[in-house]
């Protein structure tokens, strides 16, 4: 299978696990080590400025990434002019960055919530366990464009 980097999956109606039924996720990285990706659009109980270390950011919303390593903010943006060293993803679309730069921006209003996506935690596959679970019907590939994300 090629890479599904940039591809939006969505799990089947039967899948396995409470974690990700009738859930869209954005692949964000896919290769020899397995893949990682993001659950789009669900919203945690939180912006960041509630959390302790970013009280003095504006109230972005956060977003529930997925089940894995849920003690980690991760983001997704569309701004490479604003965050250095985000990796591409298709369409326009940014993983990770300077996240330095990410809370700057926001203080500075020049980011806004349209342009970046704030995480908490992320799902992820064992090498060849993505590609095995879409061939078994888990999961299919999206014809969503990555900057879905943002909508």
């Known amino acids: 299978m090629s890479s599904l980097l940039g591809n939006i999956i969505i799990s089947s109606p039967d899948i396995n696990d409470p974690n990700f039924e009738n859930t869209p996720i954005l692949i964000v990285e896919h290769n020899e080590r397995g893949a990682v990706g993001f659950i789009l659009h669900m919203l945690l109980k ?28 991760f983001f997704l943006h569309r701004c ?3 965050i250095e060293g985000g990796e591409p993803v298709k369409d326009g679309v940014y993983y ?3 996240f330095q730069q990410v809370i700057q921006s926001l203080k500075e ?3 806004t ?8 935690g992320y799902a992820g596959w064992d090498p060849g366990q993505l590609e095995a679970e879409i061939k078994e ?11 879905h994300v943002f909508e």
């Open 46 to 73: 939180k912006s960041l400025n509630e959390l302790i270390e970013f009280s003095t950011c504006p109230p972005i919303p956060l977003f529930v990434g997925g089940p894995v390593d849920q003690e980690h903010l």
């Open 80 to 82: 490479p002019d604003l």
């Open 96 to 98: 990770g960055g300077d």
């Open 109 to 111: 209003g020049t980011l």
């Open 113 to 120: 919530e349209k342009e970046i996506c704030l995480l908490i």
């Open 137 to 147: 019907g888990s999961w299919s590939v999206s014809t969503l464009p990555a900057h």
